[in-house]
């Protein structure tokens, strides 16, 4: 069994930045793709970056390009998130996902079996 729990996600102003994390435990998911994605009140779970298995070779959404990057947190087992000039627009409940080991790196939500709960992220104007 994998867990995955995120934290980080609070209230901020835009243009502030913020750093989620993601911690795992459980199996132990080496050479997992892992990735981020975001849910908007009402509305469909969007990707928002991923990190390969393999070589840590990383993916964003045109959304959050140049803005966001995402890392691994190996003493965590888990993800980092850092976000940076936030707006509006980024409100929303931040997910942490994984697939399983030596698969390929996924923009795809279904392709993830493994989810946190969430940490929501409100950015005010």
């Known amino acids: 069994q994998v867990h995955l729990e995120e934290s980080g996600g609070r209230l901020v102003e835009t243009g502030d930045s913020l750093q989620l994390s993601c911690t795992g435990s459980g199996r132990i998911l080496n050479n997992s793709p892992m990735a981020w994605f975001r849910r908007f009140e009402g509305k469909e779970t969007d990707f928002v970056a991923a990190?390969?298995?393999?070589?840590?070779?990383?993916f964003y959404a045109d959304s959050v390009k140049g803005r966001f990057t995402i890392s691994r947190d190996n003493n965590q087992n888990g993800l980092l998130l850092q976000m940076n000039a936030l707006v509006p627009e980024d409100t929303a409940r931040y997910f942490c996902a994984a697939r399983e080991s030596h698969t390929w790196i996924s923009n795809r939500a279904p392709d993830y079996p493994f989810w946190g709960q969430g940490t929501q992220v409100t950015v005010s104007s």
């Open positions: 990190i390969a298995g393999i070589d840590d070779a990383t």
